[in-house]
């Protein structure tokens, strides 16, 4: 089994090809210019696995949330891919990316939505070592974010920018969390981990249904008078 994995929802772009347990990678942080990075490293790793698209049984995308154009450029050049070759897509949550990377029993992901927000969720290990969200996926303010009240007295992990964003934060959850990443951001490593178990069981979608989810729906917002 064969899949392209893709990633630009943050300031980290990354590609990444899972051919039979082994992957692929090619990672790079920056500020802007995703769309010439993401295609380059795609064709770097095709060429070097000997690959092509029309080999691939799906491509997995990291679907947001995260900047708006980021998830946008991962979902339209996803789509791209995926209708020339004719293959399907599998779209992974990029607050899960960063939950795997973590990789602990609960995780707390926090990623920086920007305008003094957070993008944020709850996870579990599931037996198999890949994380499965506890709850929904949300935005908003630093302060309002919580864990699950079944998780008093147990150990959890806080992971994303948004903790090193929000100094609040983290000195607010620091006596919950035993240990708080404030380095991580989503990465096709992961998104491609992730899309495994579901492209096995042909859990996957038609191109079209490569969509971005926002979770936030507006931009920009007017300042107050």
């Given at each position: ?69 980021g998830v946008r450029l991962a979902a339209s ?85 948004g903790f090193a964003a929000y100094t609040s ?13 404030g380095t991580l951001l989503p990465r096709a ?37």
């Open positions: 089994m064969k899949i392209l994995a893709l990633d630009t929802a943050t300031e980290n772009c990354s590609a990444a090809l899972w051919i039979k347990g082994t992957i692929l990678q090619r990672e790079a942080e920056a500020e802007r210019g995703h769309a010439e990075l993401i295609l380059s490293m795609i064709d770097e790793l095709l060429r070097e696995s000997a690959t092509r698209l029309a080999d691939l049984d799906a491509i997995a995308f990291g679907r947001g949330p995260g900047s708006f154009t050049v996803t789509q791209g891919l995926a209708f020339g070759a004719g293959v399907p897509v599998a779209p992974v949550s990029d607050l899960q990316a960063v939950a795997q990377r973590a990789a602990s029993q609960h995780v707390l992901v926090c990623n920086d939505a920007r305008m003094q927000e957070v993008y944020w969720a709850c996870f579990e290990m599931s037996p198999d070592g890949s994380m499965r969200p506890s709850g929904s996926e949300r935005v908003s303010k630093p302060s309002e974010v919580q864990l699950p009240g079944e998780w008093a007295g147990q150990s959890a992990t806080g992971a994303g920018r934060l983290r000195e607010r959850l620091a006596d919950q969390l035993t240990n708080i990443d490593r992961e998104v491609a981990l992730l899309a495994v178990p579901d492209v096995q069981a042909g859990r996957v979608l038609p191109p079209e249904a490569a969509i971005p989810v926002y979770i936030r729906d507006d931009v920009a917002r007017p300042k107050a008078p």
